[in-house]
């Protein structure tokens, strides 16, 4: 099955990841579970199972609709609109 059609909407080349960390938690010193980058703009937010969710908020307040784990050794995709897994 080929991945949905909001996958289309990631820049060529994939944006650079804008930090190392929570772009969120780090300036207040939170700590976070796993790193998600936005696949749109390069955002990185913390996973669901983190205090903050700051990768689902990144979703919700600006509508980028793909994100892909930050995380080492971890190649995967999801979508939030079609709730579409790439692995």
């Not at 999801?78 to 897994?85: A, L, S």
Request: charged share 25%.
């Amino acid at each position: 099955m080929d991945a949905c059609a909001h996958y289309q909407v990631v820049p060529t080349p994939e944006p650079v990841a804008k930090t190392e960390g929570c772009e969120e938690c780090l300036p207040i010193g939170q700590s976070w579970v796993h790193l998600r980058k936005c696949l749109v703009c390069g955002h990185v937010g913390c996973c669901d199972s983190s205090i903050g969710k700051h990768a689902t908020k990144h979703y919700h307040t600006t509508e980028h609709p793909v994100m892909r784990t930050n995380e080492p050794g971890e190649d995967w995709s999801w979508c939030y609109v079609d709730r579409d897994f790439k692995n």
